[in-house]
């Protein structure tokens, strides 16, 4: 009797973080948080600057600390005042997906992507100017890629392979449809014009960058300077830890 008793109490007083019984604790996948917001989580797919599913990607799901996904729920419910929503790209990243990226940064002779998302730099210098690192912020688990989207849009169609490229940075219309707001640039396009302050963008685009980033720091989230969609969670509970677990659907 006292022991059933003990084991009752224990599972009153465990962490809500438990509940993703398959994750780290701390972790939650965004959906149990935040279910309104939208995915196109490109590394699960081919529509990425590699042109294949990335290592350890084994679904498109978003995993986060349960902080940053906390806040990301947050930002969501403020835009939905405005009939607006979000549209995560990545999330967690496994520090073997980070490999991945490496390694094929290093293959020169792949270049199937670039027309789309590195069509005036070359694969030669993507690590000298940011683009590609040993490792990334994402595999802390607090970093989140993201836009905002109307919630009376529809998603447009996927891109499948063999499907034209066309360059990141032309103008909308003349781009991908990624079914967001304008940004100026598509998601993980490796040029200046996807900086934060850049030129040569619409007006229009200036000011949705602008938006999103004064609502993402106004719930506690940093801006990265090259990128305008993404965003790490300021006093992120493991600064030092690297994850590696691998990305999945659940249970």
């Given at each position: 009797m006292l022991r059933t008793v003990l084991l009752t109490l224990a599972l009153v007083a465990a962490?809500?973080?438990v509940r993703s019984a398959d994750l780290p604790v701390g972790f939650v996948r965004?959906?149990?948080v935040a279910p309104t917001i939208q995915y196109d989580i490109r590394y699960a797919g081919p529509h990425n600057f590699?042109?294949?599913p990335i290592a350890a990607y084994a679904a498109p799901e978003c995993i986060l600390t349960r902080q940053a996904a906390e806040a990301l729920a947050a930002a969501a419910r403020e835009l939905a005042a405005q009939g607006l929503g979000l549209r995560v790209y990545d999330c967690y990243r496994p520090a073997q997906a980070v490999a991945d990226f490496v390694a094929w940064a290093r293959d020169l002779g792949d270049e199937a992507m670039k027309p789309e998302f590195y069509p005036r730099v070359p694969k030669t210098e993507l690590f000298a100017r940011g683009?590609?690192?040993?490792?990334?912020g994402h595999s802390r688990g607090s970093t989140v890629d993201l836009a905002?989207?109307?919630l009376d849009q529809k998603p447009a169609p996927p891109w499948a392979p063999g499907e034209p490229l066309a360059d990141c940075a032309l103008p909308m219309g003349e781009r991908f449809d990624d079914?967001?707001?304008?940004?100026?640039?598509?998601?993980?396009c490796f040029d200046v014009r996807?900086?934060?302050?850049a030129a040569g963008i619409p007006a229009e685009a200036t000011?949705?960058?602008?938006t999103l980033k004064t609502l993402m720091q106004r719930h506690g989230f940093t801006p990265y300077a090259e990128e305008w969609w993404h965003y790490t969670l300021a006093g992120e509970p493991f600064p030092g830890t690297y994850f590696d677990f691998p990305v999945t659907g659940g249970p």
């Open positions: 962490p809500a973080a965004l959906r149990e590699v042109g294949r683009y590609i690192a040993e490792k990334s905002i989207v109307r079914a967001t707001l304008d940004f100026g640039t598509g998601y993980d996807a900086h934060h302050g000011t949705n960058r602008e």
